[in-house]
């Protein structure tokens, strides 16, 4: 399965909910092009759909299941990896199982068997929504890292449900109205922290969390996992330990009907992936990208991901990524469905598209920085609590001395990252960690906005979610309180997000053995000395791959899946951003200041700042906006 969506409690229309069906099955085609299933329960006014991604020659949809007694019905996204487990469970308990029952079948029988308490015993990528006509409610789950999508729409006709936003939209069931509070924290941090959207009335699941809806007394929400609070001591072996953990993900992950290749951008974790994959069984086919244009050395690794596939006899395709990507931008927008500014988007695209042309699974090295602490903010957080000790009246010196910088003419992030790491702060570990990924400080990003816009948004939202976070996981210090948060928005909503919308708008299924439970269990509560060094990222996972990969890749700096978005911004994309981000267009849009817009060009351009992060959120939503309300999915609706 590949997307799911439906209602409960009735039609927003009196037109009835056949027709707002058809809406929101059109509308996730790509996500499930292969099949189409719906079923209707008139008396409880519940509808569901499903649409499927045939993964294996032959295969059958499992579309909607339900019980013996048609007294439950369900859909789900996504695939459990401990199917046979469950299914010797249920067996046991004297369930009747199919044979090669799909995962919605062993799910459904599990939550017969243990009510809204069944999501704890599953591991893998899920999203699913159970009716249940004798208790008269709707359950709706999400796995614990998000990796699956599920948005939800309450109102007082009652609860609609799908995999995409646009699906939502497409049958007419929420309003278009913009939530700019959640706007602000995009332009903060280049997407929106779950549990809010783009637009008011709408929200997402968030992850390792279920929601019941009834009737009568609507919707509730309950967390039901989190990553471990207690610390554990780590093992003599270590090393050895993490490798074997590593390994069996990997094995977990791989269990299909067909053919899966694998992302390799020549990282650390990518590499570890494939590594991992190669010593267990056959090599796999990998595919990696090569950059073009201004400022390509610098993101370029492909030399990497050849000495890896060489070293493992991997075949290795090279997926060339052009600065021409004008003609990308807006089927990127709306696979996205939200504003969404990682810079990954492009490269991710076009790999997801080569990929896709001749496999339906792919397993890529997402998770990585998240578990070892593989983000130069992870060490700059222990660094910062040093830092924050000094008087305020000497940091907002040095800061200011740092502002004076220029970058450097290769166009690398280090001055600016230098920048935000002398910006003041109070010493709390959220706002320190908050700080460090603010792509627009709160003066100046309010200064984007016109008058009017600027005095309805309130202040801080992205402050009292992310402080709301930390202090929901106890408090934690150091390098916990940094990994923590990455899991909870970062990971979530921006790389999880972004890989599965462009994997699915070429009917790929990205599979994350670094995401995965019991993996993260066994690392995460492990000491912060465990995982890295003194400037040293990742110190833990090196150790663990020393002797898999070439001495190149351990020594090798980070570079992200990114492009040379700064550069391409400057040069072969200029004429792009300089167009959708025009005064004319922006007095059009009515949102934000044409001069402060044309400042912050400016200023990238003449190498005074580094403004990618802020310029590349702005074309973003630019490009989104014309998509997705002015000519696109809402436009025809």
């Not at 695939?79 to 062993?106: G, M, Q």
């Not at 006899?313 to 990507?325: A, M, Q, Y």
């Not at 948004?457 to 202090?471: C, M």
């Not at 310029?615 to 014309?626: N, P």
Request: net charge neutral; with cysteine.
């Amino acid at each position: 399965m590949s997307a799911i969506y439906g209602i409960a409690g009735g039609s927003k229309r009196e037109s009835g909910v056949e027709i707002d069906l058809h809406a929101m099955s059109a509308a996730l085609v790509q996500r499930g092009p292969d099949h189409d299933t719906r079923c209707i329960d008139t008396k409880g006014h519940v509808a569901f759909g499903a649409r499927f991604l045939r993964t294996a020659p032959g295969e059958n949809s499992p579309g909607v299941v339900v019980n013996e007694d048609r007294s439950m019905m369900m859909v789900c996204d996504g695939h459990v990896f401990n199917a046979d487990t469950l299914e010797a469970f249920l067996r046991d308990r004297d369930h009747r199982i199919s044979p090669r029952a799909h995962s919605c079948e062993l799910l459904l029988h599990l939550y017969e068997e243990e009510g809204p308490a069944c999501v704890e015993r599953l591991r893998g990528m899920f999203a699913f929504a159970i009716w249940d006509a004798k208790a008269q409610t709707l359950l709706l789950a999400r796995d614990r890292f998000g990796i699956k999508p599920l948005y939800v729409a309450a109102a007082s006709w009652g609860v609609a449900f799908a995999s995409e936003l646009k699906a939502l939209h497409a049958a007419g069931l929420v309003e278009p109205t913009l939530d700019w509070d959640a706007l602000d924290m995009y332009f903060q941090l280049g997407y929106i922290p779950a549990p809010a959207t783009p637009f008011a009335g709408v929200t997402k699941l968030e992850p390792g969390h279920t929601a019941v809806w009834h009737p009568r007394r609507g919707p509730s929400t309950r967390a039901y996992w989190d990553l471990p609070r207690q610390r554990v001591a780590a093992p003599r072996d270590l090393p050895a330990r993490v490798g074997e953990w590593l390994d069996e993900s990997v094995r977990a992950h791989l269990v299909s009907d067909v053919p899966v290749a694998a992302f390799l951008s020549g990282g650390l974790d990518s590499s570890a992936v494939v590594a991992s994959w190669a010593l267990a069984s056959d090599a796999p086919h990998a595919f990696t990208a090569r950059y073009f244009g201004s400022g390509a050395a610098s993101a370029d690794e492909t030399h990497l991901a050849r000495q890896l596939a060489a070293r493992y006899g991997v075949k290795l395709t090279e997926v060339d990524i052009h600065p021409e990507v004008r003609d990308l931008l807006e089927p990127i927008a709306h696979a996205l469905d939200e504003p969404h500014a990682d810079q990954s988007a492009v490269p991710t695209w076009l790999l997801s598209q080569a990929v896709g042309a001749s496999y339906k699974v792919a397993l890529t090295g997402i998770g990585g920085d998240e578990l070892f602490a593989g983000y130069r903010r992870h060490i700059g957080l222990l660094a910062g609590e040093q830092y924050a000790l000094l008087p305020h009246a000497v940091q907002r010196g040095l800061s200011g001395l740092g502002n004076l910088l220029r970058e450097p003419k290769d166009a690398s992030l280090s001055v600016d990252r230098f920048k935000r790491f002398l910006r003041p702060g109070n010493g709390s570990a959220p706002d320190r960690f908050l700080g460090y990924v603010t792509r627009c400080v709160d003066a100046e990003r309010r200064a984007l906005y016109v008058s009017g816009l600027r005095e309805r948004l309130r202040s801080g939202r992205a402050v009292a979610r992310f402080r709301e976070l930390h202090e929901r996981h106890g408090a934690p210090a150091g390098l916990t309180a940094g990994l923590y948060l990455d899991y909870k928005t970062f990971l979530a909503d921006d790389v999880l997000a972004l890989s599965d919308r462009m994997a699915m708008a070429h009917s790929l299924e990205i599979r994350v053995p670094f995401v995965d439970h019991e993996l993260v269990e066994r690392v995460f509560p492990l000491p912060d000395r465990a995982k890295i060094g003194l400037w040293q990222n990742k110190r833990l996972l090196k150790r663990a791959l020393r002797g898999r990969l070439p001495a190149g890749h351990l020594r090798a700096p980070k570079r992200g899946f990114v492009g040379p978005t700064a550069e391409w911004l400057r040069n072969e994309l200029r004429d792009v951003i300089e167009d959708e981000l025009s005064a004319e267009r922006l007095r059009r849009l009515g949102y934000f200041d044409p001069a402060v817009v044309r400042g912050l060009l400016d200023d990238h351009f003449a190498r005074r700042h580094n403004r990618e992060g802020i310029l590349w959120s702005l074309l973003c939503f630019s490009v989104w906006h014309r998509v997705y309300l002015e000519s696109g999915v809402l436009a025809g609706r």
